[in-house]
C-alpha cells in the first residue's frame, strides 16, 4: 500500500528565508507524488505535481521539489518564504500507478512565516 | 476557469436531522471523489464514482451515509441521521480517468449539535 510521511507537523520560518517541507514516501512502484497546499478555511490547491518525467519539479508561487528515489523522498522547497505562503501543505501519492484514483494524504505541514 | 463547486459551504444542524451535501464537477471530469476533514483523522477518503459508477464506498459508514451521481454533473453526499462525531470539512474531487491530478471544491464545513 502506498502512504506517505511529513516528517514535521508545524514548521516556522522568518520571511525572505528558504522553506523546507519534508516528505518521505513508500510505494510498491513508481508512484505519482503531489503537493496541495491548503488556506485557511479554503480547498486544497495543487501546487506540483511529479509523474516520473524530470525529478526536479517546478510548481506554482516558487515552490519545487525533487523526487529522489533512492531517499524515497520529495521534499518542497522555496528560496525565500512570503508572508502569503502561510498555510497546510500536504504531500500526497496516488493510489495506483495508474488512472484517477483515490489520493493518500499525509497528516500535513502547518507553515508558518514571521514578519 | 473552470472549477468544482460545493453547496452548501457551511452548515449547521442538529443531531438527527437529514444532511445533503451537493458538489458540481468540472465540466468534462468523469471521476469524482468524496473526502472529510477532521483535526483527528487529517483527509480520508470516503467514497468515489467515475462515470457515474460508485467504485469504492468502503471509507463511509453504510448505515447513515450514502453518496450518489444523479447525472455527471452532479454528485450528492446525504447523512441520515446525522451525529455530532459527523462534524467534518467534506470536499469534493473532480478529475479525469487516465491522469493522476484531483481539482478540490471549497468544502463544505458541517457542524452536527
Known amino acids: 500500500a502506498q502512504s506517505v510521511t511529513q516528517l514535521d507537523s508545524h514548521v516556522s520560518v522568518s520571511e525572505g528565508t528558504p522553506v523546507l517541507l519534508r516528505c518521505n514516501y513508500s510505494?510498491?512502484?513508481?508512484?505519482?507524488l503531489f503537493w496541495y497546499v491548503q488556506h485557511p478555511n479554503k480547498g486544497l490547491q495543487l501546487l506540483l505535481k511529479?509523474?516520473?518525467?524530470?525529478?526536479l519539479v517546478k510548481g506554482i508561487n516558487g515552490f519545487e521539489a525533487e523526487f529522489k528515489k533512492s531517499e524515497t523522498s520529495f521534499h518542497l522547497t522555496k528560496p525565500s518564504a512570503h508572508m502569503s505562503d502561510a498555510a497546510e501543505y500536504f504531500c500526497?501519492?496516488?493510489?495506483?500507478?495508474?488512472?484517477?484514483?483515490?489520493?493518500?494524504f499525509g497528516k500535513g505541514t502547518r507553515l508558518s512565516v514571521i514578519a | 476557469d473552470a472549477r468544482v463547486t460545493q453547496t452548501p459551504r457551511d452548515k449547521v444542524t442538529e443531531m438527527g436531522q437529514e444532511v445533503t451535501m451537493r458538489c458540481q464537477p468540472i465540466?468534462?471530469?468523469?471521476?469524482v471523489f468524496w473526502y472529510r476533514q477532521t483535526m483527528m483523522q487529517g483527509l480520508e477518503l470516503l467514497a468515489y464514482?467515475?462515470?457515474?459508477?460508485?467504485?469504492?464506498d468502503s471509507g463511509m459508514p453504510k448505515d447513515r451515509f450514502s453518496a450518489e451521481m444523479p447525472d455527471a454533473t452532479l454528485a450528492t453526499l446525504k447523512i441520515q441521521p446525522s451525529e455530532p462525531r459527523d462534524s467534518a470539512v467534506y470536499f469534493c474531487?473532480?478529475?479525469?480517468?487516465?491522469?493522476?491530478?484531483?481539482?478540490f471544491g471549497p468544502g463544505t464545513r458541517l457542524t452536527v449539535l
Open positions: 465540466l468534462g471530469h468523469n471521476t
Open positions: 510505494s510498491s512502484y513508481s508512484p505519482s
Open positions: 464514482f467515475r462515470n457515474r459508477a460508485p467504485l469504492d
Open positions: 511529479y509523474t516520473s518525467a524530470a525529478t
Open positions: 474531487a473532480s478529475g479525469l480517468g487516465g491522469t493522476d491530478t484531483q481539482y
Open positions: 500526497v501519492v496516488s493510489g495506483l500507478h495508474s488512472g484517477n484514483t483515490p489520493l493518500v
